[in-house]
């Protein structure tokens, strides 16, 4: 399983970016699809997930009304939409897949409790100025 993640870069403060990260051998049909996010020196953050089997969402209540998570089944894609970005969004942006989940149970947390998210994309930077 191999996820890629794109579109990162430097916008200033209000900007918008689209993020994208592409998966190849698994198929984005029933899985759980995450964002994350890692600042300097602070801890993981989820961002967003997307349930792929009926396209249930999930954003976290720091980014809600600004990020919204997406998907292109036909591209086994699954986008990040990051309006009205702060400083405080700067971070590196990982894509990551989890498998074996539900549509409820599809949360941006990789822990003991709701199992692993087990495949991870090497990340893209974002900074906002």
């Known amino acids: 399983v191999q996820l890629v993640e794109s579109g990162g870069g430097s916008v200033q403060a209000g900007g918008s970016l689209r993020l994208s990260c592409a998966a190849s051998?698994?198929?984005?049909?029933?899985?759980?699809m995450g964002w994350f996010r890692q600042a300097p020196g602070k801890e993981r953050e989820g961002v967003a997930s997307?349930?792929?089997?009926?396209?249930?969402?999930y954003v976290a209540d720091s980014v809600k009304g600004r990020f919204a998570i997406s998907r292109d089944g036909a591209k086994n894609t699954v986008y990040l939409q990051m309006d009205s970005l702060k400083p405080e969004d700067t971070a590196m942006y990982y894509c990551?897949?989890?498998?074996?989940?539900?549509?409820?149970?599809?949360?941006?947390?990789?822990?003991?409790?709701?199992?692993?998210?087990?495949?991870w994309g090497q990340g893209t930077q974002v900074t906002v100025s």
């Open positions: 997307l349930y792929t089997g009926d396209d249930n969402t």
């Open positions: 990551a897949a989890a498998q074996g989940r539900g549509s409820l149970s599809c949360v941006p947390i990789s822990d003991a409790v709701y199992g692993p998210f087990s495949y």
């Open positions: 051998g698994v198929r984005v049909s029933s899985i759980c």
